[in-house]
């Protein structure tokens, strides 16, 4: 995974390129670089982060053509050799690429008789050589170079290529990784996503799978890779705007966004729930409305806390709607030949759009004859074109790598679905979805009151900063939850951390339980209340610490903790969207206690376009 941007115009490229690699830094930041195209190519690159870059740089040499990329390993570790760009062999191709290619031994083995020497462990230094050595045999000019090779590559990629031959183009290419291009005036970008040049332009034109465009002073001209076959792109108009990718006074992204949850509820909702009557009206649900009341059921997909999301989609589906609900890994969905066919309706999950296994797993269902239906929260996003129909989450961009405000607005969406089907279906009384709806409506109030716990929350967290493991534990809607807090702290904190049904503690996790490890126990009321005091007994029983969330004077689980934070009472099924707020406030003070990068924990990156 990686960022990548490009720059065509008028203007000095290199702080473009720089502003737009700082931008995409969320997407990989164990190594940068970027390469300077006026005459002659320039190019520097280092191991580390956009700012290490800027240092070795210095005062950029005056250009107006470039290319920047930001790195996450995935063929080679990350070192100078292998930061992009990268040269061919006789310095006259520079190329950065986002991807895989399967078949990069086989180029290597062909490229090494013909004579070519590798100073990388990439694959991608293969791919930019492969084309160059496709250009001299064939005799053809860049963009055709690209394409011939392209059609030998198995994998996945974006790619943008220069070459000191042919000044003033660019050509850029996709399979299965994304790509934007923007266009200015008198001036051309290229990005991963929009966010390098939302304050330039904000018309776009997304590249599809197997598409390439050459880039020039004249402007974009796209066509298929295959076939060579020309594209008539469509020009889209973005609604974001540069406030929403800025951090906007708090220490770290993924603060802010935890704050901005109230609103990304609000706004997700907002047009698609009427709060009197509990009614839904949502265009992408009432598109495939004959395949949702037929299907024999439902199966939710998706990856890390989209995959949580699911969970408690399951839930929702399977109490409101009484359909059955399977949720599945979708990195393991698409390799054990499941059982799948038109009766289905497969409900993926992605907050980028562009989770690569999700996709790869959205393309073998509908091969299968299943209706597809999307949840993402990025507009244009490759799995928003894939899938047969599909909702927004409207949580705006979110840029910490954990996601957060994320997870609650699919939550959110997928509560609508279950009202929705539930309703159709004869199973959701019209009393019953009037209560969930008035309630829904109440929530970003509830979380805006529970985010005036932060201070005491950071105060808690401090307790946990030398543990180096952590149990958390939920029943019901709530077992996913524990699933996402555990998942919360180790991600950023790196404190290692499971989540379990707290039923299930007895078969194995109470055995590791003593004086250091601290227990996280949610339990709001609710139907479940009751069998969680007996849990929190039994861990109490082995000098277990207690961090419970629970309601508001709830005496009994009180008593047996050594912390409480108390969280606003709400329905079962919406109590997944408050007692989340208080884990991920949790995860990310422990975090900053430990000293933790919170909005780029080491290893990951925030969207996974890679398997």
């Known amino acids: 995974m990686c ?30 670089g970027v390469a300077l195209f006026n005459g002659h190519l320039d190019m520097f690159k280092c191991k580390g982060k956009v700012a290490d870059l800027e240092a070795i740089v210095g005062t950029a040499p005056s250009a107006t053509m470039g290319i920047g990329h930001t ?145 020039s002073r004249k402007g974009v001209a796209v066509r298929q890779i295959a076939s060579d076959l020309p594209v008539d792109a469509v020009i889209h108009q973005l609604k974001l705007d540069l406030d929403s990718i800025e951090k906007g006074g708090y220490e770290h992204f993924m603060l802010k966004e935890i704050f901005e949850q109230p609103k990304s509820i609000r ?30 059921r439902i199966l939710i997909i998706g990856c890390g806390t989209s995959w949580h999301a699911g969970l408690v989609g399951e839930y929702l589906l399977e109490d409101l709607a009484r359909i059955p609900v399977e949720v599945e890994y979708a990195s393991e969905f698409r390799y054990r030949n499941p059982v799948i066919g038109p009766k289905d309706v497969v409900i993926a999950i992605s907050q980028s759009g562009e989770t690569a296994d999700t996709l790869a797993a959205i393309k073998m269902a509908k091969q299968a004859g299943a209706t597809v239906f999307g949840v993402c929260n990025v507009v244009g996003s490759s799995i928003a074109r894939e899938t047969h129909a599909g909702a927004y989450t409207h949580a705006g961009p979110e840029i910490g790598v954990a996601s957060t405000k994320a997870f609650t607005a699919q939550v959110t ?44 929350i ?8 030398e543990s180096t493991n952590a149990l958390f534990l939920g029943r019901g809607y709530n077992f996913p939850v ?97 007692t989340t707020v208080p884990l991920q406030l949790l995860s990310y003070h422990v975090a900053v206690l430990r000293g933790c990068n919170v909005d780029q924990p080491r290893n990951l990156a925030k969207s996974v376009t890679v398997e």
């Open 413 to 456: 969406v997928l509560t609508l679905i279950a009202m929705y089907l539930g309703q159709a279906k004869g199973h959701l009384s019209a009393e019953r979805a009037a209560e969930i709806a008035q309630e829904l409506a109440r929530i970003p109030a509830k979380i805006e009151s529970m985010l005036d716990l932060n201070e005491r």
């Open 482 to 578: 524990a699933l996402e807090g555990a998942l919360k702290l180790k991600e950023i904190s790196y404190i290692h951390a499971e989540g379990y049904p707290a039923a299930e503690m007895k078969h194995g996790p109470i055995a590791l339980i003593d004086e250091q490890m601290p227990i996280i126990i949610v339990a709001p009321r609710g139907d479940m209340y009751e069998k969680l005091v007996s849990n929190v007994q039994e861990v109490k029983a082995r000098k277990g610490r207690v961090l419970s969330i629970t309601g508001m004077d709830e005496k009994e689980i009180k008593a047996l903790s050594d912390a409480v934070i108390e969280i606003p009472d709400t329905l079962d099924c919406l109590s997944p969207l408050l």
């Open 71 to 215: 790195r996450w390993a995935t063929h080679g570790e990350p070192n100078d050799p292998n930061s992009h760009p990268h040269a061919s062999n006789s310095g006259r191709l520079v190329m950065v690429h986002n991807g895989i290619i399967e078949n990069f031994a086989a180029l290597k083995e062909l490229l090494s008789k013909a004579g070519y020497v590798f100073h990388s462990d990439t694959d991608t230094e293969v791919l930019v050589n492969f084309i160059e050595y496709i250009q001299d045999q064939e005799e053809v000019e860049l963009d055709q170079a690209v394409r011939l090779a392209l059609n030998e590559v198995v994998g996945a990629y974006a790619i943008a290529v220069m070459s000191k031959d042919e000044p003033g183009h660019m050509v850029v290419a996709r399979l299965g990784s994304p790509l934007v291009l923007g266009l200015g005036n008198n001036e051309y970008f290229v990005g991963s996503d929009a966010t390098p040049f939302l304050d330039s332009t904000k018309k776009v034109i997304y590249l599809e799978d197997g598409e390439m465009a050459v880039v």
């Open 458 to 465: 950071k105060t808690l967290s401090a307790d946990m900063v």
């Open 267 to 296: 706004d997700t909702v907002r047009g698609r729930l009427d709060m009197q009557t509990g009614m839904v009206k949502m265009a992408g649900l009432e598109s495939i409305s004959d395949a949702l009341l037929e299907a024999q």
């Open 3 to 32: 960022g990548i941007v490009g720059y065509l115009g008028t203007r000095e490229a290199y702080p473009i390129l720089i502003q737009g690699l700082k931008r995409l830094e969320y997407r990989g930041y164990d190594s940068a």
